[in-house]
């Protein structure tokens, strides 16, 4: 009986040790996968710019004062997904549904903000098509950026009626936490391009 106790646990531990690797929650590392892969082309497409411009591919462009609207706002919603992730922790469900409202809000009037600059854009004569290299690429990396948005606004909502079933609390934080950690990683890009792109 103890040879078989012993050789039970044994096992046991075995499988532990085999389940180990793959402890991170597969729907994490699918999110985690796609940050890296969104890094990897936003890098390529600035290295781009940069050569472009070293080439004299066109001069800089000035930003409308309305992306540096849109860039405060975008900031606040970082500022209100972390609020929504700290309430479900406490399983204060009333404010993850109110931070979770105010983030993705935040987010829409950042989307619409940014068609407006394009507009500005194109009313000080930069043009996405039949302008230069530079011109395109000012209007190719908020565009890009916020079709990623987009997506982030589709995983909020996900969030969002999750949390008014009641299934976002503090022992099932799972989606809450994926849904923050994007959300902080399109503020962060957003910041990079923003100031990359006001600074060359």
């Known amino acids: 009986m103890l040879e078989m106790a012993m050789e039970n646990n044994l096992n046991l531990t075995q499988a532990e040790q085999a389940q180990a690797p793959l402890s991170m929650h597969p729907q994490k590392f699918i999110v985690w996968l796609f940050i890296v892969t969104t890094v990897m082309m936003f890098a390529g497409w600035t290295s781009t710019f940069i050569v472009a411009q070293a ?52 987010g829409v009037i950042f989307l619409v903000l940014q068609f407006q600059g394009f507009d500005s854009l194109k009313a000080n004569e930069v043009e996405f098509v039949g302008g230069t290299v530079i011109d395109s690429f000012t209007y190719v990396l908020p565009f890009m950026h916020g079709l990623h948005i987009t997506a982030g606004l589709i995983f909020l909502l996900v969030v969002l009626v999750k949390a008014f079933r009641y299934k976002v609390h503090s022992r099932n934080m799972a989606s809450m936490e ?19 792109l006001q600074f060359n």
């Open 55 to 106: 080439d004299g591919a066109g001069m800089a462009v000035e930003l409308p004062g309305v992306f540096t609207v849109s860039t405060v706002l975008l900031v606040l919603s970082s500022i209100s997904m972390h609020l929504a992730y700290r309430s479900g922790k406490k399983d204060n469900i009333g404010q993850v549904k109110a931070f979770t409202a105010a983030t993705f809000i935040l």
């Open 178 to 196: 994926m849904c923050a950690t994007f959300w902080h990683f399109l503020d962060g890009l957003w910041l990079y391009l923003f100031f990359f």
